[in-house]
């Protein structure tokens, strides 16, 4: 069975940047329903339409494609008495947005001389990403899978 709209597609996969260092090593199988339903980078569920259980491909994301350009305008330095004392470097919080805007989260990335540094960047953004994938497993997606536009069961949503 090829890979096309509304099917259910299973991957093994390793995630690399370009100097060769893993950032995921696809310890669990990547589960999605293919065709538009944003389970997947599109760039990748492109490159696999059509694509057969046994099939092998490498596909490269730029970082536009992937967690966006690295922004400096979310690294923000803030007062430290604005946060709590038990606060550490690698914790995050939610900014909520207001009036249409994106909610975003900051991550903790110093805390030196009574200043927080915070940074809204996802940890990969600015950074191309080298995905080597192998198709596992296609099935037909349950008409419940589609009406929820995700996968369920095993490698998928549970409700």
Do not use: C, W
């Not at 490159?47 to 923000?76: M, T």
């Not at 004392?85 to 990335?109: H, L, Q, W």
């Not at 110093?110 to 191309?128: E, M, Y």
């Amino acid at each position: 069975m090829e890979i096309a709209k509304n099917t259910v597609v299973t991957l093994n996969y390793t995630v690399k940047d370009p100097d060769g260092n893993i950032i995921d090593d696809g310890h669990h199988p990547l589960v999605y329903l293919h065709g538009g339903y944003d389970g997947i980078f599109t760039v990748i569920e492109e490159a696999l339409h059509g694509k057969k259980v046994g099939d092998n491909l490498q596909v490269k994301l730029l970082p536009e494609d992937a967690f966006g350009e690295y922004d400096e305008e979310l690294v923000l330095v803030e007062e430290a008495s604005l946060f709590p004392d038990n606060i550490e470097v690698g914790m995050s919080f939610e900014r909520v947005g207001e009036d249409g805007e994106e909610d975003v989260v900051y991550r903790i990335t110093d805390i030196a001389d009574g200043k927080v540094v915070v940074d809204g960047n996802h940890p990969l953004a600015g950074t191309a990403l080298i995905f080597d994938i192998t198709v596992k497993e296609v099935r037909t997606a349950s008409a419940e899978e589609i009406g929820h536009g995700h996968v369920h069961g095993e490698g998928g949503h549970h409700h």
